[in-house]
């Protein structure tokens, strides 16, 4: 059979499949073995568990429980809170304080935590009930948490991130950086539309919540510290020849429950037991998918799809910014129904050949690929990011969430189209602090 | 939309669920504490080798076998709190007898790629205990150790899923978690 | 319908690997005989360590392996990639073709392996600081070396090992946390790694890190085959092998250039040099490998033996 044909069955299969309920990983596995029976023989069953085994063999993916584990220890004190009145009080002056200061902490919780949910929930359970206590409209409350948390696979750590230097071999460390002024840019466009949107809506009272003294501000700064402390502790052991970024993960990740428990208090083994078990949930959720996925990709290249697919976009005489618009709502259709690791493992080894034949380079496309990513957490069906908000506030409704998220969302189409203009964006820092990339 | 979500399977009175629930928090626990000593190791290595500047060889290995092992032995544990992502789009818009047949629907086919997953990694556990296979690197510790998470991981999961689906057949539990509409 | 052969290597197609297998999948091709040869070139179909067992299980038909990947399974495999052993590629094809050679093959058929087209690549070392020529010179660094012989005798040369990915190097060797590496000629060069060195050793007159690297098929599938496939399969081995060993020798000599372009300075290795490390390997790989494998001292003899 035309391997094109084929691909289109497998698409068609794995739709159907993952819509009937079952788990992505599973539905993955069930999708590959079939295609494998009929079209490379039964025997093929045989290598799927060598191959699942294979695909986690990897050190690299060690990262992704430890940079998890730092925002649920995180998370689970009340250093988010700390770190949001911080920001409370030292932005007071700036208009539209609360709002601003809640993006402001998720862009700093995002540098603490890699994945999107874990930095939504910890700012979100102080956030939210703040912001609507002091009469914000329950949208923009929940959407600003819910977009602000995304941006925990944008600001580096990020486990899309290492998902993707996985997938495709390029440097962990150069695809961190590349995430750091996209991710600031993110900040800045959601804070200018919040502005603008409290501003509009009349109620200008919010525009100057509070005002603190210059006491009440130095006051909470030490509470602040032990981020800070972090966040260098980890930039300097990862660029300053102390391990490799996956290695540094796990300095993170002890550092993170030490202060947690040291500074915060977290003795309880019962809280302690807390965090372990989400961090352990969300990670082996997405190491199986990860594997699984990995059993997907090897059906699909042992099919000769991936190759043929590749092939045949080459020969595709069309604009390279046309294929990447084709490729962007490719990916947005993926993330409104499959986690971002799941696109990014399923979708890495038929675009790359593409992306890299365009002339893209693949850094560059990393960040693009990442906030694309983030648009779907907080879209339906599968949207982490509503979940974590529904869990903290469950009487606002799933409309409100989404039409509070909506110009978020315009905001990430923003920086999308931003970085199609300036490549530099993601591009710059990279290069500036580890030279020209291979 | 379930997903993340609190949920956690039911297991009622009926004692093989709860037997099953059991081993499968225990496997949960045993996971968290893998994860926990990859972290101490890789911290280990970090400080041997730039501290102590001394030789790092079997660290990288056991870090990978470990996470590899935490992931399969905590299958079980995240089916159970039902962590494993789905799209629930068609079960939540199908009505309820439509949905109990979805679900044993899913619920089996699971079952059956779990179980093939079990078997051919327990014939691959063997084929490498049976040969002594080691891994080639100066630490070589022998695969099948390894190799055992696959065919105890898999087996977990499959029993978890056995349950899940004894669960929602004798009423413990409803399909997918839903609540009814 | 024709015969289809899947061969699966880690390399990209641009690499001399690749090419060898590229020969021939062509030349099977063009003899006519119903046999096609579909390459999955960078680890596409399996990742380059989990390669052998599927070929010897027959899931997977050929490859193009570092033998001593395998060395896990089949002790001996190691002594193909162990210090000093192999002088240059000349030596190393004469290797191909001796009673050591045929020892090793007798193993691989215990696999229900066999080898296509013989071929060794040899390496070298640089130094993020200093040049490395003789065991004094990385005493208190720390190193990454390619296979697990180098391991055992840099750190008896009292190097510290840290073990990571060949793609790991540019980045560990950017950041400090190595002074140090060890790998082939070809992945210096792709890996790009002139530009994080002050000092490259080529494989030159005398070079200690030479990895045989053949062209394996499951020997079974080979047998399955009619005769007139057979035939086209061994006849473009045979062009495949000639043109590897000229290729190979090429290699050495190209890193040397892409180095010295780069500015990076270049150190050979001198006769005493290497003596001293073939000394220190005889304490410490070659010892290693006779206590943990059956009939290692006949082995290790064999190949001594290869004039
Ligand atoms: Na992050
Ligand atoms: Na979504």
Redesign the interface.
């Known amino acids: 059979m035309d391997p094109l044909l084929l691909g289109g069955l497998v698409a068609l299969a794995t739709i159907l499949v993952l819509f009937s309920g079952v788990s992505v990983a599973v539905g993955l596995l069930i999708v590959s073995a079939g295609f494998l029976i009929v079209f490379d023989g039964m025997r093929s069953l045989e290598l799927m568990p060598e191959i699942f085994f294979g695909k986690l063999d990897n050190f690299a993916l060690l990262s992704i429980p430890m940079f998890i584990i730092m925002g649920a220890s995180i998370a689970s004190t009340r250093a988010g809170a700390d770190l949001y009145e911080a920001l409370e009080r030292w932005l007071t002056r700036v208009p539209g304080g609360l709002v601003v200061s809640n993006l402001g902490a998720c862009a700093l919780f995002a540098a603490m935590s890699g994945s999107s949910p874990a930095t939504c929930a910890a700012i979100g359970k102080m956030g939210i009930p703040e912001m609507r206590k002091r009469g914000y409209p329950d949208g923009v409350a929940a959407g600003s948490i819910a977009a602000g948390g995304t941006l925990g696979i944008l600001i580096p750590p990020s486990v899309t991130m290492i998902v993707y230097g996985i997938a495709t071999e390029t440097s962990i460390g150069r695809l961190f950086l590349a995430g750091v002024i996209p991710g600031l840019l993110l900040v800045a466009l959601f804070m200018a539309w919040s502005l603008y949107s409290t501003w509009r809506s009349g109620n200008t009272a919010l525009l100057s919540a509070g005002s603190y003294s210059w006491r009440e501000r130095v006051e909470i700064l030490p509470r602040v510290l032990p981020f800070l402390a972090i966040i260098l502790g980890v930039l300097y052991a990862m660029y300053g020849g102390v391990a490799t970024p996956s290695e540094t993960a796990a300095v993170g990740a002890l550092l993170c429950l030490l202060i947690a428990m040291v500074i915060y208090r977290l003795w309880n083994p019962r809280d302690i037991w807390v965090v372990l078990r989400d961090s352990t949930k969300e990670s082996v959720m997405i190491l199986f998918i990860i594997a699984a996925a990995g059993v997907f990709s090897y059906m699909l290249s042992s099919l000769f799809i991936t190759q043929s697919i590749a092939e045949w976009i080459g020969t595709l005489d069309v604009n390279r910014w046309v294929l990447m618009g084709a490729i962007n709502v490719f990916l947005l259709i993926a993330g409104f129904f499959l986690p971002p690791v799941a696109v990014i493992l399923m979708a890495a080894p038929i675009l790359l050949p593409i992306i890299t034949t365009a002339g893209f380079d693949p850094i560059w496309f990393a960040v693009v690929l990442t906030i694309n990513m983030e648009i779907g957490l907080i879209s339906p069906p599968v949207g982490l990011n509503l979940y974590v908000i529904n869990g903290i506030a469950p009487d606002i409704s799933l409309r409100t969430i989404l039409t509070g998220s909506l110009p978020f969302v315009a905001c990430m189409v923003l920086a999308i189209v931003l970085l199609c203009l300036f490549p530099g964006l993601a591009t710059w820092l990279p290069n500036a602090v580890m030279g020209p990339g291979l | 939309?379930t997903?993340?979500?609190?949920a956690v399977a039911h297991a009622g009175k009926n004692l093989f669920l709860r037997a099953v629930a059991a081993v499968s928090t225990l496997a949960?626990w045993c996971?968290?504490a893998m994860?926990?000593t990859?972290?101490?190791i890789?911290?280990q290595?970090?400080f041997v080798?730039?501290v102590l500047?001394?030789?790092?060889?079997w660290q990288?290995?056991a870090?990978?076998y470990l996470?590899?092992a935490?992931?399969l032995i905590?299958?079980p544990?995240?089916?159970r709190?039902r962590?494993?992502?789905?799209?629930?789009?068609?079960?939540l818009w199908l009505g309820r007898r439509a949905r109990m047949g979805?679900?044993v629907?899913?619920l089996s086919?699971?079952i059956l790629?779990?179980a093939?997953?079990f078997w051919?990694?327990f014939?691959?556990w063997h084929f490498a205990w049976d040969?002594g296979?080691?891994?080639?690197?100066?630490w070589?510790p022998k695969?099948w150790i390894?190799?055992l998470?696959?065919p105890l991981g898999?087996g977990l999961l499959l029993l978890q899923l056995v349950a899940d689906l004894v669960a929602i057949l004798i009423g413990a539990d409803r399909p997918?978690g839903l609540e009814d509409a | 319908a024709a015969t289809e052969l899947r061969l699966s290597h880690q390399w990209s197609d641009k690499d001399v690997r690749h090419q060898v297998a590229k020969i021939v999948a062509d030349e099977v091709a063009a003899a006519g005989v119903d046999l096609e040869i579909k390459i999955f070139p960078t680890q596409s179909l399996f990742k380059a360590r989990e390669q052998y067992t599927p070929l010897s299980r027959g899931q997977l038909d050929m490859t193009v392996l570092p033998l001593s990947y395998a060395g896990g399974q089949q002790p001996a495999y190691n002594l193909t990639l162990m210090p000093g052993l192999v002088k240059n590629h000349d030596h190393a094809a004469r290797m191909n073709d001796s009673p050591f050679m045929e020892a090793i093959e007798a193993k691989m058929a215990e696999d229900d392996v066999m080898v296509l087209v013989h071929g060794y690549l040899a390496g070298g070392f640089a130094g993020k600081d200093d040049c490395i020529t003789a065991p004094e010179d990385v005493a208190g660094k720390q190193m990454r070396a390619a296979g697990k012989a180098f391991e055992q005798m840099l750190a008896g040369a009292g190097a510290s090992i840290a073990s990571m990915a060949s793609s790991e190097i540019y980045n560990a060797m950017q950041t400090g946390v190595l002074d140090a590496a060890n790998t082939s000629s070809s992945s210096f060069v792709s890996y790009r790694i002139y530009e994080q060195v002050a000092c490259y050793t080529p494989a030159g007159e005398y070079a200690l890190w030479f990895m045989y690297q053949p062209l394996i098929m499951n020997k079974s599938t080979f047998e399955g085959l009619s005769e007139e496939q057979q035939a086209a399969l061994m006849a473009a081995a045979e062009k495949a092998q000639a043109y590897y060993l000229e290729e190979a020798k090429k290699e050495d000599a190209e890193s040397r250039r892409v180095f010295e372009e780069a500015g990076v300075e270049i150190a050979d290795m001198t006769e005493a040099e290497f003596n001293a490390w073939r000394d220190l390997a005889k304490e410490t790989s070659y010892k290693a490998f006779v206590a943990e494998t059956p009939d290692g001292q006949a082995l290790l003899d064999l190949a001594l033996a290869v004039d």
């Open positions: 939309m997903v993340q979500s609190a949960g996971s968290a994860i926990v990859a972290v101490a890789t911290c290595m970090i080798r730039f500047n001394g030789s790092t060889v990288t290995e870090v990978v996470m590899i935490a992931t905590g299958l544990y995240v089916q709190l962590g494993h992502v789905n799209v629930d789009l068609v079960p979805l679900a629907v899913t086919v699971s790629i779990v093939v997953m051919y990694g014939e691959f040969r296979w080691r891994s080639d690197t100066v070589g695969l390894p190799y998470a696959l898999f997918f």
